[in-house]
C-alpha cells in the first residue's frame, strides 16, 4: 500500500492544530468569566436579532425542530450613552423583553445571566 500524498497529511495537521487552537480559546474564556465577578448595571434594551444558524444537511434538519436553528442575540446600552454591549440569549429570555425595555442587567464577564425589566 503507497503513503497518502503528502498534501493530504498537512490538510489534515493544519484542520487538527487550528480545531485544538479554537477549544483552548473557548476553554479560557469559559474560566475568564467563571473567575470574573458578577456585575450588575441599569440598562435598556437597544436591539434584539434572531440569526438563523448555518445550514445542516437534510437529515440534521429531519431529527431537529427548527426552534433549535435560530440564535437569540440582544444588545443592551446604558440610558446615559455609551458602548452597546450583545449577549447571546435564550428564546425564553428573549422573549421576555422588547426594544426600550429598562432593567438592570446582570451578567458575568461575557456571560449573560439575566435581564430584570423595572415596572
Do not use: C, W
Not at 498534501?7 to 473567575?35: H, K
Not at 436579532?49 to 433549535?68: C, F, I, M, T
Amino acid at each position: 500500500m503507497s503513503k497518502p500524498p503528502f498534501f493530504f497529511v498537512v490538510v489534515i495537521a493544519v484542520i487538527v492544530v487550528l480545531a485544538s487552537l479554537r477549544y483552548m480559546q473557548q476553554r479560557r474564556q469559559d474560566a475568564a468569566n467563571d473567575r470574573a465577578p458578577v456585575s450588575f448595571k441599569t440598562m435598556a434594551v437597544s436591539s434584539k436579532r434572531e440569526v438563523p444558524v448555518a445550514k445542516r444537511r437534510s437529515r440534521e434538519q429531519q431529527v431537529s425542530s427548527p426552534a433549535d436553528s435560530i440564535r437569540y442575540e440582544m444588545g443592551f446600552k446604558a440610558p446615559q450613552g455609551g458602548v452597546e454591549m450583545r449577549f447571546r440569549v435564550t428564546a425564553q429570555q428573549y422573549h421576555a423583553v422588547s426594544v426600550g425595555d429598562r432593567g438592570t442587567l446582570h451578567y458575568q464577564g461575557t456571560r449573560f445571566l439575566e435581564f430584570t425589566p423595572t415596572p
